[in-house]
């Protein structure tokens, strides 16, 4: 990175070391600030890799010419930069680590591409960290957790992070572990991308390896749990002595993984299932996966235990050879012979005695044979070798000590075994003792656990298994009497009697530590509890003799952050938790003392989301509301029950999923309190409960632009009887033009425009969350003097004038009745036949070209009701209309006498119909034919409209005619028949 100092301004106050890393086109190197002395990586990323790749792709033709390749690669370093945008932005929560800064420099010396420099400040990676330490069991799972929130972070952004792998995880110092590299992907390219060649590792899923797969959604789980599987593995896996970096290809084949070798049951099931072979097999998610090892955590003990395979125990020392093994057989048959000889005696054996091993089972430290005949403090009188008392003669219960047998020197030491029984004796005899039974048996079994007092029981081993003094010896019978064969059984209980007063003073001795340790040393914890905690606090109450000043109570979080509690009058309270955190509250005691009883116990914080805001609007019908909420915080429930009710009446519930939901069916002008929880029962805190005002729904009906200037316009809409408190009218454009203004009546102006632009009005009433809405579009015309002529019966007579440049052609929208028409004029002008009579009509006034027509909403007009026919000799009064089931195909009146009249029909059914004329005129003027068909409602359902001359129309004075279709909905209907929009007849049917 010779040519670093180059780029400024981002490396002007920086000096740079050597590079450290350097491959795929990436090189790292340290840097630190000349001001501050702050230590911080420059990584280099040069795009493309070589310029060996640019003469590739432009012999290949994947690039036209070299302008090409450099705008190729443009697009490759912006989407680099919007990954680094991407990483800041993911750093504002929990997660991730920011670059410092960033800059992009074209490759000089004609060179195509471009170096894309980063700066960061020094970190420690979990790569680094993990090479020069051992990770432990707190660590690895705490390492899990945090990732797992990190990786869903990502996926709610919309990306999918590709890199992870320990040397891109760095551990802050708050003991977090986040992510700190480039390696995102969008969720909706993965169906159509390839995963990176520089992203795979031993880290990835084995199906990110092929080319022509589908990037799948679970490789980011995969390597969170091959990251574990390395920490509680000991590296990859199938690894072995000759092979410690593991088969990969076993790995990439499908061979199934074998449990990490560290990890129990329970850990490395969720770690096995993160790294499943088979997608659809793993845990569909990051959030499953940190779920998982949360409820791990809370369950099992997760300690600051180191991962690895448990420390050997140091091996026992070899016994020193108290004999070799040539004659190691006869010595033994030697001493079985001498015990089978031995008159037994009736002497009493001691306990000691038949508590003591056989010489075969010997400690190691027992002297021999030889040492025991010939003691180094003085030469002894040789003794017979048959009158030399074996071990067993002296230890077994079968076979006393023989009175033959002489004094020992009294510069000869005991046994080492027989010490060493001697200690286990005592403690027995302590725990046997009456008066412990009377005090406490549950205090010697706590003592004998206790690592204070086995150290006092150590020390009383240790002085039992020393060498007796001379002295306890200087009265035995001095030597020159020796030859006067003192008493056998005098000289063989001389040495247990003074063990005997040994044991005595031992036994005191170690009934002075007791007594000292029972009363003065450990204090009791008579009760510790916690009283009250939430998520941010906890109080916990504890009651013992010890002074109060003396006691000290810490509360410490999984990653090792410890706040000291305040005591006063025996409750210690901890403030500054966190939420959905494991806590540890310890207690212990200054001085020369120790607690005992309960002195810890754990706290979890609860599990809490804020509400940040909460609001409702009316919704889309009348009684309804619309709620919306927004939540603070990643952990949300899969639902949550929002809750409703008037004054004070009961609440009901309602489940939402998502941050919004819609009631329905409220009484309009009742004011109701709205209250949201989570439905896991976990509390809330923030905006939680709020009170609303049913509604009926109010919109701005007839929103049109009346005015048009050079540079705006004016909007006027239809309000409600009762007047909106407040209107919100909303403008904006694509060209970025947005502006809201506020109203309290029903007209807004806009200046400012640039009216070559098309613009979307939306129009809101207070409180309201349906709105109006209307496109004011480039180039819009003017439509001026709308005037509407129902007076001729079964027309409507529609004409106008225009301003400005556009004449024509218009598209008139002609809505009745729930029906919408459409017609087409050059002119200014239209002829609406047949209308209905009695009848709204609307009318919508445009341009075809699609531009607006200002002026050209909200006419309206009401036809009136049809007169009776009279004209060409009939009266509509004199005449007679019959309904009957038409036949098949094509009829006339020679069929009539085949069909009888009848008013009762099926759906399956065709209805024809006659209408007499006799009497009539003739003339050949065109006459309008208008057949309706009503429902119950007096809804037109069915019509049909035809002109024909008066003559032509009749067949021997009878008109003839057929619905085109019949109702299928059973009921009530209505046949009206209209000439020249004046009404014929009308006949009721009923349809079955």
Same mark, same amino acid.
């Given at each position: ?9 981002? @490396? ?22 000349n001001?501050?002395k ?47 945008? +991407?990483?800041?932005? @993911?750093?504002?929560s929990?997660?991730?680590l920011?670059f ?66 320990? =040397?891109n995880?760095?551990?802050? =110092?708050?003991?977090r ?5 480039l390696?995102?992907?969008?969720l ?28 799948s ?7 969170l ?41 329970e ?25 998982a ?7 099992n003990?997760?300690?600051?235990s180191?991962i ?20 190691? !057989? ?11 000889e ?10 000691r ?30 003794a !017979? ?11 077994? !219960? ?31 005899q ?21 690592? =204070?007092?086995?150290?006092? +029981? ?19 019978? !001095? =030597?020159?009497?020796?030859p006067?064969a ?6 063989a209980?001389?040495?247990p ?8 003073v ?31 606090? *906890? ?26 509690g ?50 409702a ?24 029950? +929002? ?8 609440f ?29 029962? *976990?509390?809330?805190?923030?905006s ?17 632009v ?25 403008c ?9 203004v ?20 939306? *129009? ?14 480039a ?16 027309k ?8 400005g ?30 209308a ?19 002026g ?15 004209g ?20 006339g ?8 009249s ?17 009497g ?12 309706? @068909? ?31 279709e ?27």
């Amino acid at each position: 990175m010779s040519d670093a100092h180059t780029v400024s301004p981002l @490396l002007d106050e920086f000096s740079l070391g050597k590079p450290f890393s350097s491959h795929n086109g990436i090189t790292c190197c340290p840097a630190i600030h000349n001001v501050t002395k702050e230590k911080y990586i420059l990584k280099r990323i040069s795009i493309p890799e070589s310029q060996d790749q640019v003469e590739a792709m432009l012999f290949t033709g994947a690039c036209q010419d070299r302008p090409a390749a450099q705008v190729y690669y443009e697009e490759s370093v912006h989407a680099l930069e919007n990954e680094i945008a +991407l990483l800041q932005a @993911l750093s504002k929560s929990r997660g991730f680590l920011p670059f410092t800064s960033f800059q992009t420099v074209a490759k000089e010396n004609e060179e195509i591409g471009f170096d894309l420099y980063l700066l960061a400040p020094y970190r420690t990676t979990l790569g680094a960290y993990c090479r020069k330490n051992t990770m432990t069991h707190l660590g690895a799972v705490n390492l899990g957790i945090d990732l797992a929130a990190a990786l869903s972070q990502s996926r709610r952004a919309g990306f999918l992070y590709l890199n992870l792998r320990p =040397e891109n995880i760095c551990i802050t =110092e708050g003991r977090r572990f986040r992510l700190g590299d480039l390696g995102f992907m969008p969720l909706d390219d993965l169906a159509y991308a390839t995963f990176p060649q520089k992203y795979r590792s031993v880290f990835t899923a084995p199906e990110l390896f092929d080319d022509f797969s589908e990037i799948s959604t679970t490789g980011d789980v995969y390597s969170l749990g091959m990251v574990l599987y390395h920490i509680y593995n000991g590296g990859p896996p199938f690894h072995t002595e000759e092979n410690p970096q593991g088969s990969e290809q076993s790995r990439l084949s499908g061979q199934e993984l074998p449990p990490p070798a560290y990890a129990d049951s329970e850990l490395a099931a969720i770690i096995l299932k993160a790294t499943a072979f088979h997608p659809t097999q793993r845990w569909q998610s990051p959030d499953e996966m940190g779920q998982a090892l949360i409820a791990y955590m809370q369950k099992n003990p997760v300690n600051e235990s180191v991962i690895g395979p448990p420390e050997p125990e140091p091996p026992a020392p070899e016994p020193e050879p108290d004999e070799t093994p040539e004659d190691a !057989p006869e010595q033994q048959e030697d001493r079985e012979e001498s015990v089978l000889e031995e008159p037994a005696s009736q002497d009493p054996v001691s306990p000691r005695q038949e508590e003591a091993p056989q010489p075969s089972e010997a400690s190691p430290e027992e002297p021999s044979e030889e040492a025991r005949e010939t003691p180094p403090q003085a030469p002894q009188p040789e003794a !017979p070798p048959q009158q030399v008392p074996s071990q067993e003669e002296t230890q077994s !219960p079968e076979q006393p000590p023989s009175q033959e047998v002489p004094d020992k020197a009294p510069e000869e030491t005991a046994s080492p075994a027989a010490e060493e029984l001697l200690s286990k004796e005592l403690v027995q005899q302590i725990k046997e003792a009456p008066q412990a039974e009377s005090a406490s048996d549950d205090l010697f079994i706590s003592l004998e656990n206790d690592p =204070e007092m086995s150290e006092i +029981l150590s020390r009383a081993d240790s002085i039992l298994n020393a060498k007796d003094p001379d002295p306890v010896y200087e009265d035995a019978e !001095p =030597e020159e009497e020796a030859p006067k064969a003192p008493s056998k059984f005098k000289s063989a209980w001389k040495k247990p009697l003074a063990w005997i007063g040994g044991v005595c003073v031992v036994l005191a001795l170690v009934m002075s530590c007791i007594f000292f340790y029972r009363n003065f040393y450990c204090i009791p914890v008579e009760k510790m509890e916690i009283i009250t905690g939430n998520q941010d606090a *906890v109080a916990v109450a504890i009651s013992t003799p010890a002074e109060e000043g003396s006691l000290k109570l810490n509360c410490q979080d999984t990653y090792g952050n410890v706040i000291v509690g305040t005591l006063q009058d025996g409750i210690a309270s901890f403030v500054g938790l966190k939420p959905n955190t494991q806590y540890t509250i310890t207690a212990s005691v200054d001085g020369f003392h120790k607690l005992t009883g309960t002195t810890k116990l754990t706290y979890t914080t609860p599990n809490v989301t804020e509400i940040v805001s909460f609001t409702a609007v009316t919704g889309s019908e009348d009684g309804s509301v619309l709620v919306n909420f927004t939540v603070s915080g990643s952990n949300e429930p899969e639902s949550w029950n +929002l809750m409703y009710a008037i004054g004070e009446d009961a609440f009901q519930s309602q489940t939402v999923t998502g941050h919004s939901a819609l009631l329905t069916g409220l009484t309009p002008g009742e004011t109701y309190t709205l209250r949201l929880e989570r439905s896991d029962g *976990v509390p809330l805190t923030g905006s939680t409960s709020i009170t609303h005002t049913v509604s009926n729904v109010i919109t701005a009906q007839k929103l049109q632009v009346t005015e048009r200037t050079e540079n705006g316009f004016t909007l006027s809409w239809d309000g409600p009887e009762t007047p909106v408190e407040q209107w919100t009218v909303h403008c904006s454009s694509d060209a970025g033009f947005d502006s809201t203004v506020t109203v309290n009546d029903t007209t807004a102006t806009f200046t400012g425009l640039d009216l070559d632009t098309d613009y979307h009005i939306d *129009v809101t009433a207070k409180g309201m969350s349906v709105s109006s809405h209307l496109t004011v579009t480039a180039g819009s015309a003017a439509v001026k003097d709308v005037k509407l002529d129902a007076g001729t019966p079964g027309k409507i007579l529609l004409t106008w004038t225009s301003e400005g440049s556009y004449t024509g052609p218009w598209i008139v929208q002609c809505t009745y009745n729930g029906v919408t028409d459409s017609f087409e004029t050059q002119e200014p002008g239209l002829t609406v036949n047949p209308a209905l009579p009695g009848t709204d009509y609307t009318f919508l006034i445009q341009t075809a070209d699609g531009s607006t027509a200002v002026g050209g909403e909200g006419h309206s007009v009401t036809t009136a009701a049809a007169p009776a026919f009279d004209g060409f000799g009939l009266k509509g009064e004199e005449m007679s209309v019959a309904t009957f089931p038409a036949p098949q195909g094509e009829w006339g009146v020679e069929d009539l006498n085949s069909l009888p009249s009848k008013t009762d029909f099926t759906t399956g059914e065709t209805i024809g119909f006659l209408v007499n004329g006799q009497g009539r005129d003739k003339s050949d003027e065109t006459v309008d034919i208008l057949v309706l @068909l009503r429902d119950a409602n007096q809804a037109v359902v069915s019509r049909t409209f035809h002109t024909s001359p008066w003559n032509d129309m009749w067949n021997q004075n009878l008109y003839l005619g057929q619905l085109p279709e019949t109702p299928q909905a059973a009921g009530n209907y209505t046949l009206e028949i209209y000439f020249n929009g004046a009404l014929v007849r009308s006949q009721a049917i009923t349809i079955a």
